[in-house]
Structure formats: structure tokens, C-alpha cells
T-cell receptor, first 116, second 113 residues
Framework: DTAVSQTPKYLVTQMGNDKSIKCEQN?????MYWYKQDSKKFLKIMFS???????INETVPNRFSPKSPDKAHLNLHINSLELGDSAVYFC???????????????FGPGTRLTVL | RKEVEQDPGPFNVPEGATVAFNCTYS??????FFWYRQDCRKEPKLLMS???SGNEDGRFTAQLNRASQYISLLIRDSKLSDSATYLC??????????????FGTGTLLAVQP
């Protein structure tokens, strides 16, 4: 069974469009994340939710809006897509976000977004 | 200065070689440390945590020097299957329910037959 799944795997779209990426985890984790990996392979956190509550919001344009309907799902909606949004977007989850140590983060397979 | 710095490589080594990767981090408040592995066009996966006393997992040895803010990974007897990008990762804990993983840009290892 897939632990962290994302859909779609590939997304090719025109500038200006609005698109969504979905993420689901079946690990019973409390915390979920969205990361962006750019063309230089730099992986950077965008958002983190703990039990449906937003706890990390990095300096991300407000065209990006995460939504967590329940703690097993964290979706990412992107409005008015720009060329610079082209990247691989990874969802991840972990058992808990707090405390002196971090439990392992499990990543989804990634969504490769190409904006034309 | 980047928060986590690594030599991007590539490191091209023959099978059976020993290879070492280094990483430095800038935030002394970093609390926990990891090496993740990322295969080409795949997601990152945890390779091992890094403890202050150093730790070993089979052919892999990780070391941490908090005073120098330096982390290392040693791979002995390299296998073709070790070819991947190795990501140095530090955790910043802001208290309560807020942890943040900071990733280095990764070091590419290519093990040659």
C-alpha cells in the first residue's frame, strides 16, 4: 500500500491557469508538508499542517493555498500559474511536528509541474 | 550563506571505494540531523539519523560535530546501487508543534563498475 500518495504525477499547463495537487497519507500521521524542488534540485518547505492546522507558512506567494480537509489529506491549490512555478512538488508526512526531535518524514512520489 | 551547505559533486567512484560527504550548517539552534537519499526523479527517503556520538548502519557511518556545525557521511565498499543524491538535513525546532527540516542541495554520487 502506498504510504503517501500524490495526484497527478505530471501536470502540464499554461500560464495563468489554476491547478490543484492532491496528497493523501495512510500512515495515521498528524503532520503533513508541502515542499518545492526547483530545477537546481533545491528542496524547500512551503507549508506544514498539524492536525489540519497551519503551523508553517514560508514566504510563499499567496497564489499558493493549501487546504487540509482532514489530517490524512493536504491539497495544494495554485492560482494564476507562472513560469517560475515549474518544479517538482513533494508532499510529506510525519508522526508529530513538535518536540526536541523530528520523526521521520515520509515523502510522496512528487508532482512534476510544467508551466508553459 | 545557505543554511545547509554541501559539495554538489558529482563524486565518481569505482565500486568498492570508500567515499565521504561533508556538510556544514549555519544555525547553531539546529537540534537534529539526518542524511536522506534521493534517487533520480524519485522522492527523498531517510537514510539515517545522525547522533552526537556518531552512528553506523552497515556500510554507512554518520558523524556530527556540533562545535564546528559539521556533519559527515562515510560510505564503505560502495555499490552501484549507492548511486544517488545524498541530502544533508537539519531540523530547527521552534517549540510546540513546529519543526522545520532544512535540506542541503545534495551531493551526487555515481558509483562506476
Amino acid at each position: 500500500d502506498t504510504a503517501v500518495s500524490q495526484t497527478p504525477k505530471y501536470l502540464v499547463t499554461q500560464m495563468g491557469n489554476d491547478k490543484s495537487i492532491k496528497c493523501e497519507q495512510n500512515l495515521g500521521h498528524d503532520t503533513m508538508y508541502w515542499y518545492k524542488q526547483d530545477s537546481k534540485k533545491f528542496l524547500k518547505i512551503m507549508f506544514s499542517y498539524n492536525n489540519k492546522e497551519l503551523i508553517i507558512n514560508e514566504t510563499v506567494p499567496n497564489r499558493f493555498s493549501p487546504k487540509s480537509p482532514d489530517k490524512a489529506h493536504l491539497n495544494l491549490h495554485i492560482n494564476s500559474l507562472e513560469l517560475g512555478d515549474s518544479a517538482v512538488y513533494f508532499c510529506a508526512s510525519s508522526h508529530r511536528a513538535g518536540g526536541p526531535t523530528t520523526d521521520t518524514q515520509y515523502f510522496g512520489p512528487g508532482t512534476r509541474l510544467t508551466v508553459l | 550563506r545557505k543554511e545547509v551547505e554541501q559539495d554538489p559533486g558529482p563524486f565518481n567512484v569505482p565500486e568498492g571505494a570508500t567515499v565521504a560527504f561533508n556538510c556544514t550548517y549555519s544555525n547553531s539552534a539546529s537540534q537534529s540531523f539526518f542524511w536522506y537519499r534521493q534517487d533520480c526523479r524519485k522522492e527523498p527517503k531517510l537514510l539515517m539519523s545522525v547522533y552526537s556520538s556518531g552512528n553506523e548502519d552497515g556500510r554507512f557511518t554518520a558523524q556530527l560535530n556540533r562545535a564546528s556545525q559539521y556533519i559527515s557521511l562515510l560510505i564503505r565498499d560502495s555499490k552501484l546501487s549507492d548511486s544517488a543524491t545524498y541530502l544533508c538535513v537539519v531540523n530547527l525546532n521552534y517549540g510546540g508543534a513546529t519543526n522545520k527540516l532544512i535540506f542541503g542541495t545534495g551531493t551526487l554520487l555515481a558509483v562506476q563498475p
